[in-house]
């Protein structure tokens, strides 16, 4: 995971806002040395959260990034990513593309973090899981059979290719327009990197414009 550093960002005072001019590129966020192609429709903005459930540093940021995503304008779209880097990270991936394909995955997105960092569960085990999901609605019998899915195993293998394609060594990260990485390390903080990532999104538009 990476390293979360707790000093103020350089040159950006948390009471001021950051903008697209004040940000340093390689001292703020990073640029992919290839752009990835987003999965969003045409003149949106995508944004991908890169997390893993049981991350602590990923648990950490969800209110700071929830309070913001709720701030977006309408041509911003906020894709989650579950990491994928073998044994329970591929697990808890698995079960939060279950949950996509059951239709319950925002429903219980927070619970199943709050589950693990909260109640100590480890989640892992498909009859756990099945009885978690079972609180939302569907059957222990249809959310092992999401689990199990082709569908759904597709889904874990396809971001596992798109998270090699960010060269994602950890997380939380939050990357914009395919292009702009944004770590903790980066962004000085978990709490600035919301702050970082919608300057970077105004960044977005300005190219855009020109």
């Known amino acids: 995971m990476f390293k979360t550093l707790l000093t103020a960002l350089v040159g950006l005072g948390l009471s001021t806002a950051a903008t697209a001019t004040t940000l340093v590129e390689g001292e703020h966020y990073e640029v ?3 752009a990835v192609e987003t999965r969003v429709d045409d003149g949106q903005i995508e944004i991908t959260e890169a997390f893993w459930y049981g991350c ?10 929830s309070e913001w995503y709720e701030t977006l304008d309408d041509d ?3 894709v989650h990513m579950p990491a994928t880097m073998g044994g329970d990270w591929n697990k808890h991936a698995t079960a939060f593309y279950a949950a ?8 219980l997105h927070a619970d199943f973090f709050d589950a693990i960092h909260q109640d100590g569960r480890q989640l892992t085990e498909t009859d756990d899981v099945a009885a978690f999901f079972s609180d939302y609605g ?6 092992t059979n999401a689990l199990g899915s082709f569908a759904v195993k597709s889904q874990v293998n396809q ?3 798109r998270m090699r394609a960010m060269r994602l060594m950890g997380v939380p ?5 395919g292009r702009y990485l944004v770590s903790p390390s ?6 600035n990197m919301p702050q970082i990532a919608d300057a970077l999104v105004e960044k977005v538009r300005e190219e855009r414009a020109n």
């Open 159 to 161: 971001a596992n290719a």
């Open 186 to 191: 980066s962004a000085g903080s978990l709490a």
């Open 100 to 107: 996509e394909e059951l239709g319950i995955r925002e429903q």
């Open 76 to 78: 911003v779209t906020v």
């Open 138 to 143: 569907v059957s222990e019998e249809e959310a």
């Open 173 to 177: 990260a939050l990357v914009v327009d």
């Open 56 to 65: 602590p540093h990923c648990y950490n940021l969800q209110g700071s990034v």
């Open 32 to 34: 992919l040395p290839e």
